[in-house]
């Protein structure tokens, strides 16, 4: 039951081959029996009752395409009976009084929440070693990282723990775990998933995304997922062309004549051979499959990671002064007065990479250095942007490349290294800056004895709202190739 995809799923809830509340227990029970790490917070009466309410649609005929189907959520996103935590000491114990948008919007198409999923605090990190409930295993290599922030959402599709989860991206946390644990997964454009409910990490990058084993899972999912929302300052409205749409239309669509972008800066230097070989190998399927290659240069690549790691800090020192010990969550047991109520609570709540972040983004902030860091990371930005918008017009429809220059590293490989994972960030962070929307899919494992089980992820690029070409492309790809089926050992 656990190896069919959604569209599978669904089908067998409609035709009432089976309930919702079995195939809830089903993946209640794998849950409880794994050992990934990948789930922080299980209520199996609240994940179960839902399952009931969805038997109930299903029965009188009011059932959607996912209703009754199980889906697990980031701990970024909150969620009224779920703890919500962003994998932070300092949110140990919190309960949301609201659901996130996003989560809303799964509820009322009739999904089943199954739990909420382990993630680098706040989101910061390459990993998962950053979440303060301990590192989530890759399902494919229990030695390996599942990658981050998003690594319990991947870990636990890859695991068969759910067939579907949230992500959020901000510099590439959606593709880069997608891509190490072997799993589909899109970053739409900036601004058509509402953000309200989301616990802020860089607001001006944060989007939420599904994570799913197939693209055309992926569709059904954002399906869902887009919309314009009041209660986020940021989101799109239907005149800006964040309508709904359906993201099934295209999938079917044959990939003649289409060009894709290889952007030389993807291929260089620092790229592993065995990654750029599944890379290549797939390039080459797109060929067959009526595309043609169009080498390109996107000269500022480089530059995203220090443009990356000025801004989103900048953002997060001001989204987590929040987090004070008088509004919400931890407060430190003992203080003298405020003062040394804020620090200590600050200092014991927070791990060392958000800490990390605060002080950056505080200092690049600061009168004095902000026109020599942060605005000039702001400049950068835009030609960033500019460099994809000629790209789009002059030589591509699309851009394809990998997800990150390796496979999983080891656990432990490169936790006491910020610069270590944040250089591997260097092929999701321009598509994060500009708002573009990206996604990840499986395309083979890397070589070697060690790395021959770890998952090898293809990045695809599009213009803005081209989320349905997206899914059309890796729908093709998909349908021609079996990555996307294939499952870790034992699972
Ligand atoms: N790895 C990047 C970071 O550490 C991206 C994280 C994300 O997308 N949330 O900031």
Redesign the pocket.
């Known amino acids: 039951m656990h190896n069919k995809t959604i569209k599978e799923l669904s089908t067998l809830l409609h035709s009432k081959q089976i309930s919702s509340t079995e195939l809830t227990r089903h993946y209640l029970d794998r849950i409880a029996a794994s050992q990934h790490n990948a789930f922080l917070h299980v209520d199996v009466d609240l994940s179960l009752a839902q399952a009931k309410a969805a038997d109930a649609r299903l029965a009188e005929g009011s059932a959607g395409p996912l209703t009754g189907i199980p889906i697990a959520h980031k701990d970024i996103f909150v969620t009224k009976g779920w703890r919500s935590t962003a994998a932070s000491k300092m949110l140990g114990n919190y309960v949301s009084p609201f659901d996130a948008t996003v989560v809303t919007k799964f509820g009322d198409a009739g999904m089943v929440t199954l739990g909420k999923l382990n993630c680098d605090e706040f989101?910061?990190?390459?990993s998962n070693e950053n979440s303060a409930f301990g590192s989530v295993k890759n399902p494919w290599d229990l030695l390996a990282v599942p990658g981050?922030?998003s690594g319990g959402s991947a870990a636990a599709i890859a695991a068969r723990l759910a067939p579907a989860a949230t992500g959020?991206?901000?510099?590439?946390?959606i593709r880069q775990p997608a891509a190490f644990c072997g799993i589909t997964g899109i970053k739409p454009t900036y601004g058509r998933v509402s953000r309200f409910g989301m616990i802020a990490?860089a607001s001006s990058l944060d989007q939420g995304g599904p994570m799913a084993r197939t693209a055309e899972d992926c569709a059904l999912l954002l399906n869902e997922m887009v919309g314009f929302d009041e209660r986020d300052s940021t989101s799109l409205t239907p005149e800006q062309g964040n309508a709904r749409e359906d993201f099934t239309r295209d999938l079917n669509q044959p990939l003649n004549g289409l060009r894709i972008g290889v952007p030389k800066e993807y291929f260089g230097e620092g790229l592993a051979a065995d990654v750029e070989q599944a890379v290549r190998a797939a390039l080459d399927q797109f060929v067959k499959l009526g595309a043609t290659l169009v080498e390109f240069s996107l000269p500022k690549t480089s530059l995203s990671i220090p443009v990356y790691y000025i801004i989103?800090p900048a953002e997060a020192s001001s989204n987590l002064s929040r987090f004070d010990g008088v509004r919400y969550g931890y407060r430190t047991p003992e203080y003298k007065d405020l003062q040394d109520m804020y620090k200590k609570t600050r200092a014991e709540g927070f791990g060392k990479e958000v800490q990390r972040r605060i002080m950056v983004g505080t200092y690049v902030l600061c009168h004095g250095y902000y026109d020599a860091y942060y605005v000039q990371a702001q400049k950068i930005r835009r030609l960033i942007a500019d460099d994809f918008q000629a790209a789009f017009k002059d030589h591509c429809d699309v851009i394809m490349g990998p997800v990150a220059p390796t496979v999983a590293w080891d656990l432990g490989a490169k936790s006491d290294d910020p610069v270590a994972n944040y250089l591997a960030?260097i092929f999701t962070l321009s598509t994060s800056l500009a708002g573009l929307p990206g996604m990840s899919i499986p395309v083979g494992f890397g070589a070697g004895e060690k790395n021959a089980k770890r998952p090898v992820g293809l990045q695809i690029i599009g213009n803005y709202f081209a989320e349905a070409k997206l899914l059309n492309i890796a729908h093709q790809y998909q349908q021609a190739t079996d990555w996307h089926t294939r499952a870790p050992e034992g699972v």
């Open positions: 989101a910061m990190g390459s981050g922030s959020t991206d901000t510099g590439g946390s990490f989103a960030d």
